[in-house]
């Protein structure tokens, strides 16, 4: 987003706080009409078509970033955190075991962590 873009939104400016409050709508859709409801048809098909549609997803952003268009990219990764968020709800994944992961590898590299790594 923009600076533009976040001066066009009421309230504080939006920060990644909106992804708790993205799952908690989209945890919320369980069993809604999937004809009112993308989210509805989404966690309907259960979590490999949430994977499949995250794939294509994906391949968007991507592409994006390939073509080196840095505000299709950011308007592409909020589809593509969107849909990641749909799956983690089909998967059973809470939000929260995914920001610990992230806080548990805070200030260690990759290239440490994978050095340490047991020999396969
Ligand atoms: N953040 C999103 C969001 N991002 C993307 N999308 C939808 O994701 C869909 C897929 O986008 P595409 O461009 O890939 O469309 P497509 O290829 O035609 O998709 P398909 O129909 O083939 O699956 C579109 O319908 C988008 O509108 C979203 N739909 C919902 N949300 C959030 O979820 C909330 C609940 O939405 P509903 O469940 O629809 O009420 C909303 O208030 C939003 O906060």
Do not use: C, N, Q
């Not at 369980?30 to 794939?55: C, E, F, I, N, V």
């Amino acid at each position: 987003m923009t600076d533009l873009d976040a001066a066009t939104l009421d309230g504080p400016s939006p920060d990644a706080r909106v992804l708790d409050r993205l799952f908690a709508t989209i945890d919320a859709r369980r069993g809604a009409d999937p004809a009112s409801s993308y989210t509805a048809k989404l966690l309907a098909g259960g979590a490999p078509a949430a994977a499949k549609k995250l794939g294509e997803e994906a391949v968007e952003a991507v592409i994006e970033a390939v073509l080196g268009r840095p505000d299709r990219l950011a308007d592409e990764s909020a589809d593509l955190l969107y849909h990641l968020l749909v799956l983690w709800a089909s998967a059973g994944v809470s939000p929260d075991a995914v920001w610990t992961a992230l806080a548990r590898r805070e200030g260690r590299s990759g290239i440490a962590e994978k050095a340490a790594r047991p020999p396969a």
